[in-house]
């Protein structure tokens, strides 16, 4: 009987995981309890099927395969205050010479989301007519802890040309897509709900970037998680910690009464205060071998 004790709770330390405690119990007094061999061995069976499903259980929640791997360059212009002006002669949001902030390295999930992972590749490796070369992170939202890019619209202000329809997304219908969480620095997400707050949806090329430290399960069901920031989370809280524009206290009175009389104008308003003072540019990306 004590050789089933020291097996399942060996068995139950090697796989990094616990049944409950009263459950737990309840396998241990079976195992001691059991007259006979076959009982034993019976018992024995149930405290480790209790302990294996622990352990699957806790891996499942947790763990996605990475299929691909990809890097992204990131450096900042200065004033954005006047997109216009402010993001280059060469018609887009590159200056001559960005402040390097380092990169990123993030390891996808194909599996979990094939028409995201294929569409992000294509924007970072150059097989599409779009690139997120020369594009701009173009949202800090500093109360929730992420930053966005990816925006569609004119390469001359930071933006993502629009991907051709054979870029169509069919994970946007596929519920599977949808069951990754945001709950650690680094997650990844097609960013759903921005682009449809953007008036954008279909191809959209917006993606998200959990900077942390908090949970945002507030965007689970809402938006795919694609992938994870293995390496330069560094440089994840440095485009969060970037400064944004700050509105003054009359603006904020005025956007406040707009919102309580239901003015829909309020909340664009309130959008621009999550922007970046200056241009936060992808300055490069590509794809990595997979090891």
Not at 126 to 139: A, D, N, V, Y
Request: with cysteine.
């Amino acid at each position: 009987p004590h050789d089933a004790m020291r097996l399942a709770t060996g068995r139950a330390r090697a796989g990094g995981a616990f049944a409950t405690r009263g459950t737990s119990l309840r396998a241990r007094r079976d195992a001691v309890d059991a007259p006979d061999d076959g009982d034993r061995r019976a018992s024995r069976r149930v405290a480790l099927g209790i302990v294996v499903g622990a352990v699957t259980t806790t891996r499942s929640a947790d763990a996605t395969e990475a299929t691909a791997r990809a890097f992204v360059d990131v450096g900042a212009c200065e004033s954005i205050v006047n997109a216009a002006r402010a993001l280059g002669d060469d018609g887009g949001a590159l200056c001559a010479t960005p402040e390097p902030f380092g990169r990123m390295e993030i390891e996808l999930y194909g599996d979990a989301a094939p028409d995201t992972v294929r569409n992000f590749l294509a924007l970072c490796d150059g097989s599409s007519s779009s690139s997120l070369r020369g594009t701009i992170f173009h949202k800090i939202d500093k109360g929730n802890g992420y930053v966005v890019a990816g925006k569609s619209g004119s390469p001359r202000l930071g933006q993502v040309t629009p991907l051709s329809r054979e870029y169509d997304n069919a994970d946007v219908t596929r519920a599977s897509a949808f069951t990754g969480r945001h709950f650690r620095p680094g997650t990844v997400s097609l960013a759903l709900e921005s682009a449809a707050n953007d008036g954008e949806f279909g191809t959209t090329a917006q993606f998200l970037i959990l900077a942390g430290p908090q949970p945002v399960p507030g965007l689970d069901g809402k938006n795919i998680v694609f992938g994870r920031v293995v390496r330069g989370l560094d440089v994840v809280q440095r485009l969060s910690n970037e400064k944004t524009f700050q509105p003054s206290e009359t603006a904020r009175a005025y956007n406040a009464l707009a919102n309580l009389i239901g003015d829909s104008r309020a909340s664009k308003a309130k959008s621009a205060w999550i922007k970046p003072t200056r241009a936060l540019v992808i300055t490069d990306c590509g794809s990595i071998p997979m090891m």
